[in-house]
């Protein structure tokens, strides 16, 4: 049979072109009875041990991580609702805006850039109001702040035990750890893409019992018909016991992807565990090169940054452009940064998943080394044309900032 390979299309987190699990050139003559077979064990085994929940109901719908915001919107949102939403970054302004796009009526606590919601905010919002939800990114790829799951989980439960706990886990999940029963959370959403490995292209779902039950005695209509959770859930169901069903058709090719990335993930060394140590060591070599150039990382404090991205306020003077084709030149994909205020001035990198687990590729070495030269590179030729025209060289900053131990 013959094989093609599917590079990483975005200019996003990959440390190097990441290749995807191979997947057939020509699909078997596709029906949705084939991916049935492809889909038992998924829901009891890898989801399971992924989120740490007994019986978390797994949505697998074609689509991207946005179709998880709608799906959220629209299932457990009845249009009026008041919704809390805690914005860390980019991704926040737009979950709030699908919800308000549901008719939910949102309210919005925007941490600081680079910071991370408190939790003395939460507790006045949730003693203020009831809310039906509070919702809140994992990891903002925006910014790189890291949510305390733990944390916002618990203290929404301990005040208001209805209000439902949703975690957009795009960026975090298999790179950070998430138990969504012990913290409460009632909803993960994600995607195949980042974290996960797979090709993009559809959205995973999590609901706890406590979430469905929610969703089931709506008292109004479902406000979407594609994100219909009524209408996923016996096509869910059919898929564990291999019945065949149809609502709209699978993506089995992803499907089958993904399927290959979760097994390798969850059933292959390293262990879940050991994979979350490696991303935490992996942060802090990559975080270390950077305060040793002089560089100040967007998240305010280490305890808030993320394990498996790095986002960086750029040397004065150097733009985004000055780093890109340097380091691409070394194999390396970064990304400028992405939020209205402050794009210009900071790049991510990303280092999760085959990067940080398969030392072998000897992936995070060439990120390091890539990184130094480049920036260095990239300082030594503005100075030098800032000396051409006469003008004062950048200097490195007196103190490098300091890092102490982040949460282990
Ligand atoms: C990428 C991302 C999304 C959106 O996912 P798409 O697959 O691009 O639709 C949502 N939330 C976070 C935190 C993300 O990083």
Redesign the pocket.
């Known amino acids: 049979m013959a094989f093609f390979r599917i590079h990483n299309p975005l200019p ?1 987190f990959a440390a190097r072109k990441i290749s995807y699990p191979r997947l057939p050139a020509r699909l078997p003559s596709i029906s949705s009875q084939v991916s049935h077979r492809k889909m038992s064990t998924f829901k009891q085994e890898a989801h399971k041990d992924l989120l740490y929940s007994k019986d978390a109901q797994i949505f697998l719908i074609s ?7 709608d799906q959220v919107a629209s299932n457990l949102i009845e249009p009026g609702e008041d919704v809390l939403v805690l914005n860390s970054g980019y ?1 926040g302004d ?2 709030r805006d699908c919800l308000e796009a549901y008719g939910a009526k949102v309210d919005s606590i925007v941490a600081e850039f680079g910071a991370a919601v408190s939790k003395s905010e939460i507790e006045k919002a949730l003693k203020a109001k009831k809310y039906k939800a509070v919702t809140f ?6 910014t790189g702040v890291l949510s305390d799951a733990k944390m916002i989980g618990e203290t929404v439960k301990a005040i208001s035990p209805e209000t439902l706990v949703v975690l ?5 999940v298999a790179s950070e750890e998430i138990q969504m029963d012990a913290w409460g959370i009632d909803v993960v ?1 994600t ?1 195949s ?2 974290g996960l490995g797979a090709p ?1 292209g559809l ?1 995973i779902v999590a609901a706890s019992q406590a979430a469905l039950a929610v969703a089931q005695s709506r008292k109004t209509p479902v406000t979407s018909y594609y994100a219909s959770w009524k209408k996923w859930l016996p096509i869910m169901n059919a898929y564990e016991t291999g019945k065949p069903m149809y609502f709209a058709t699978p993506p089995v090719n992803l499907i089958r992807a993904y399927y290959t990335s979760l097994k390798q993930i969850t059933q292959v060394a390293p262990s879940l565990e050991e994979r979350f140590k490696l991303h935490k060591e992996a942060s802090r070599r990559v975080k270390d090169a950077v305060a040793e150039l002089g560089l100040k990382e967007v998240p305010k404090d280490p305890y808030y940054a993320a394990n498996g991205m790095s986002a960086v306020y750029l040397p004065d003077g150097v733009g985004v452009g000055d780093l890109v084709p340097r380091l691409l030149q070394r194999d390396v994909v970064i990304t400028g940064g992405l939020h209205k205020d402050y794009k210009e001035k900071y790049f991510r990198i990303g280092h999760m998943g085959t990067t940080v687990v398969n030392a072998e590729r000897g992936d995070l070495d060439k990120l390091v080394t890539a990184l130094k030269e480049s920036i260095r590179e990239a300082v030594a030729s503005k100075q030098s044309s800032l000396l051409d025209r006469g003008q004062e060289p950048y200097r490195r900053p007196e103190t490098t900032p300091k890092r102490p131990s982040a949460r282990l």
């Open positions: 996003t689509g991207s991580g946005t179709l998880g915001w991704f737009s979950f990114t994992h990891v903002d790829t925006s957009d886990g795009v960026c975090s959403l995607a893409q980042k993009p959205s």
